[in-house]
């Protein structure tokens, strides 16, 4: 389902992402970041198999379990004491990183509310949707980084998972960027390293007389998460209704489809049918 770690040892352009792992743990030797986001993507996609994106990056999306927002708070300012990082001015879980990219630091775990969201003190205005993300750090692939360096990725499943998640918390402020990522995943998915599953684990897929590669890639991914889910999770059943519940309105033909509406230079009707074929995967259907 998964490779257990990526070399990328040899990636001597994923210099930058090296150092500011290697900062971090001079830091905090005994947290554990999850690279999540585009940059995850990258590494997942272009570094390792040659997928580009549309959209490329330099910033890093970290997320990190932490007890509480005390715990947070004291690697905020362990950060900021070491002189590499410096706060965002305008937003609050964003830092700077020797003036050259942005890190956004998501806190997890012990801050989160009973409905899967973050707010972020003092006043709570802030508030953030970090449903999924304790699975998709106990599901994470180790990605090995120049310098000697190591870091803990989602896996592209997961991925997918969060980017619907994603998109639906922030479709109006940031348009584009989930949606494409999402339909990119699911489209590549097995030519990601996936393709030789296929006649082992998914069969059924190539008897089918209407047999498509692309969307039997989107049936393995949802499959592919909804397993690392429930195997990672006492109870992964709010994230998964959750999610099933976003791609089935937006796979609807007399919905809204604002998911595939934001797409560009892409056939639509194709992009829905690699949501209905995730769906299927992530609810345990026959594509």
Do not use: C
């Not at 999540?36 to 993507?41: D, H, T």
């Not at 305008?90 to 973050?118: C, N, S």
């Not at 508030?127 to 990725?153: K, T």
């Not at 969060?162 to 699911?186: C, F, G, M, Q």
């Amino acid at each position: 389902m998964k490779e257990s770690s990526l070399d990328l040892a040899d990636k001597r352009e994923l210099d930058f992402l090296a150092e500011l792992i290697a900062d971090l743990r001079a830091v905090a030797p005994h947290v554990n970041f999850l690279l999540v986001g585009a940059m995850a993507r990258d590494l997942l996609l272009y570094h390792t198999h040659g997928i580009r994106a549309e959209r490329a990056t330099k910033d890093a999306d970290l997320a990190l379990a932490v007890a509480d927002w005390n715990d947070f708070e004291r690697l905020h300012e362990s950060l900021m004491i070491s002189g590499s990082f410096m706060p965002h001015p305008k937003i609050a879980h964003k830092l700077l990183y020797r003036q050259r990219m942005e890190v956004d630091l998501i806190p997890f775990g012990g801050v989160e509310r009973a409905d899967g969201t973050i707010a972020w003190p003092p006043k709570g205005d802030t508030v953030m949707r970090v449903l999924g993300f304790q699975e998709a750090l106990a599901s994470s692939i180790i990605a090995v980084l120049p310098l000697g360096q190591r870091v803990a990725v989602v896996s592209l499943s997961m991925l997918a998972v969060l980017k619907v998640l994603a998109w639906a918390e922030r479709r109006t402020t940031e348009p584009r960027r989930d949606a494409s990522d999402l339909i990119l995943i699911l489209r590549s998915y097995l030519d990601a390293g996936q393709a030789k599953r296929l006649y082992g684990e998914a069969d059924h897929l190539l008897a089918a007389g209407d047999f498509d590669y692309e969307r039997a890639g989107s049936w393995l991914a949802g499959r592919d998460a909804v397993t690392l889910m429930r195997r990672h999770s006492a109870n992964s059943n709010r994230i998964e209704e959750t999610v099933r519940s976003i791609i089935a309105l937006e796979i609807d033909p007399e919905g809204p489809l604002r998911l595939i509406g934001e797409l560009k230079d892409t056939d639509l009707e194709r992009a829905r049918q690699l949501l209905i074929a995730f769906l299927a995967g992530l609810s345990g259907e026959h594509s």
